[in-house]
C-alpha cells in the first residue's frame, strides 16, 4: 500500500494532507523519516505519526496502570481523564472495560472493541476483579465471613455476591469480587464499618496488571491476554 493512502486510512486525512504531513517530516517508517507519499510500505512496517504508532486496522486492546487523580472518560471539567496519558492516533475511538474511581489506581482496560469489552463488563460473565485494599481501621475478624455470605448496599435490592477477602496485614488486603456494582468495593468496606483509604485494582478474569508499567504507563495486550475474554 503506498504510504498516503495508508495515512488517509489510518489519521483521517485527505491525500493532500497527508502529503503535507509527509512534507512536515511528521511520519516514519521503521525509524526512517519518509517525506514521499508513493512509497510503499509492507503489512507488517512500523509506521509513526508525531510518535504514536498507526495501525491500518484491526481493534485495539490496550491494559493501562492508571494513576491516581484521572478520571475514565474522555472529558471533565475538574480532573485529567486518562485519555491524555495516550499516544495513540485517534484514541477518542476508544472506550474504557470497567471504569475505576477519580482516586483508585491499577490495572485498566481500554479498547474499540465493544463485543470483547461487554465480556469483560457483563454481569453476566461475573468476570473476577481483585483489588488491594488500605482500610481506615484494622479489619474485624468477621470481615471475611461476612463478605463471603454477601451484604447489604443502600440503594441495592439484593446483597453483594459472595466475595473472597485475604487479610494481608491489620489494615491491608485482597479482596475479590464477581459483580460490578457502582462504588462496590468502598460501599462492601462502609457496610461493614469501615472505610477506604487506598483502592488498587491488580487483576481483572486471568488478567493481571503487568508489574513493569508505572502509573501512567500502557501497553497493548498480547494475543493470549485478549484471548482470556473471548468465547
Known amino acids: 500500500m503506498r504510504l498516503d493512502k495508508f495515512l488517509c486510512e489510518t489519521v483521517g486525512v485527505t491525500r493532500t494532507q497527508a502529503a503535507r504531513l509527509l512534507k512536515e517530516k511528521r511520519v516514519t517508517v521503521n525509524g526512517d523519516i519518509v517525506k514521499s507519499g508513493a512509497v510503499k510500505i509492507a503489512e507488517d512496517a512500523d509506521v509513526e505519526f508525531d510518535g504514536a504508532s498507526l495501525r491500518l486496522s484491526g481493534p485495539r486492546y490496550i491494559m493501562m496502570n492508571k494513576p491516581e487523580g484521572y478520571v475514565c472518560s474522555h472529558e471533565d471539567g475538574h480532573n485529567p481523564t486518562v485519555f491524555v496519558l495516550l499516544e495513540e492516533v485517534g484514541a477518542e475511538k476508544l472506550h474504557i472495560a470497567g471504569r475505576l474511581d477519580c482516586d483508585t489506581t491499577g490495572l485498566l482496560l481500554l479498547t474499540d472493541d465493544g463485543q470483547w469489552s461487554h465480556r469483560v463488563t457483563s454481569p453476566k460473565h461475573k468476570c473476577d ?44 488486603a485482597l479482596l475479590t469480587i464477581h459483580e460490578g456494582k457502582y462504588h462496590q468495593v468502598k460501599r462492601m468496606f462502609a457496610a461493614v464499618g469501615n472505610k477506604v483509604v487506598g483502592l488498587h485494582r491488580e487483576s481483572v478474569g486471568e488478567l493481571v496488571l503487568d508489574e513493569s508499567l508505572q502509573p501512567g504507563e500502557y501497553r497493548s495486550l498480547t494475543q493470549e491476554e485478549i484471548a482470556f475474554f473471548l468465547p
Not at 138 to 161: H, M, Q
Open 129 to 172: 476483579k481483585t483489588y488491594r485494599v488500605w482500610l481506615d481501621d484494622p479489619i474485624s475478624d468477621d470481615t471475611a465471613e461476612a463478605f463471603t455470605d454477601g451484604v447489604a448496599l443502600r440503594g441495592e435490592k439484593s446483597d453483594t455476591l459472595p466475595a473472597q477477602l485475604e487479610v494481608l496485614a491489620e489494615k491491608e
